[in-house]
T-cell receptor
Framework: QKEVEQNSGPLSVPEGAIASLNCTYS??????FFWYRQYSGKSPELIMF????GDKEDGRFTAQLNKASQYVSLLIRDSQPSDSATYLC??????????FGAGTRLAVHP | ETGVTQSPTHLIKTRGQQVTLRCSSQSGHNTVSWYQQALGQGPQFIFQ???????GRGNFPPRFSGLQFPNYSSELNVNALELDDSALYLC??????????????FGPGTRLTVL
């Protein structure tokens, strides 16, 4: 079992819709969770971090954490073509390292 | 822009050669982590340097080695290159400590191709 699992996609949504990206993790002791966006050929950029159960909102982005189910999600409201990218879920491990999933490719079509 | 820089941007090497990649951390950050990202995969942790010493290592062989300098910049060295070493190499800097939200800031990466 991989430590962090994501559906590779592609997830295709129409412009203006809500995109829902999901991630599960195996270490029940994990406390910090991150969502990164990565455009093709570029490095990851942090969108959200979350460490408390429930929802955390920042603009069009909402991160959701359910530690009992070991599940993290990212919702993108009013999706735009510029949101088309790969979204990486990461969990903090020992030495402050990040353990990444393989990423979900999102395609927002006009 | 995160303030983390990496050089070179692209590099082509042949099997068996050695390569050195460089990273300058963001101002005020004294911890540097290196990641390898193969095509279609998420970044994989190679190792971390704090105060010029290796401070944690992922599942990579000893031919992957590193250095950190007094100004907190860092090098990643890979000996005896293999075809599977072809990847995007990412450097991330962070401040020390155990803050639950301690963020890592990624540089633009170095694309290494091994032929």
């Amino acid at each position: 079992q991989k430590e962090v699992e994501q559906n590779s996609g592609p997830l295709s949504v129409p412009e203006g819709a809500i995109a829902s990206l999901n991630c599960t993790y195996s270490d029940r002791g994990s406390q910090s969770f991150f969502w990164y966006r990565q455009y093709s050929g570029k490095s990851p950029e942090l969108i959200m971090f979350i460490y408390s159960n429930g929802d955390k909102e920042d603009g069009r982005f909402t991160a959701q954490l359910n530690k009992a189910s070991q599940y993290v999600s990212l919702l993108i409201r009013d999706s735009q073509p510029s949101d088309s990218a790969t979204y990486l879920c990461a969990v903090r491990g020992g030495y402050n390292k990040l353990i990444f999933g393989a990423g979900t490719r999102l395609a927002v079509h006009p | 822009e995160t303030g983390v820089t990496q050089s070179p941007t692209h590099l082509i090497k042949t099997r068996g050669q050695q390569v050195t990649l460089r990273c300058s951390s963001q101002s005020g950050h004294n911890t540097v982590s290196w990641y390898q990202q193969a095509l279609g995969q998420g970044p994989q942790f190679i190792f971390q340097y704090y105060r010029e010493e290796e401070n944690g290592r992922g599942n990579f062989p000893p031919r992957f080695s590193g250095l950190q300098f007094p100004n907190y910049s860092s090098e990643l060295n890979v000996n005896a290159l293999e075809l599977d070493d072809s990847a995007l190499y990412l450097c991330a800097s962070s401040s020390p400590g155990t803050s639950i939200s301690n963020e890592q800031f990624f540089g633009p990466g170095t694309r290494l191709t091994v032929l």
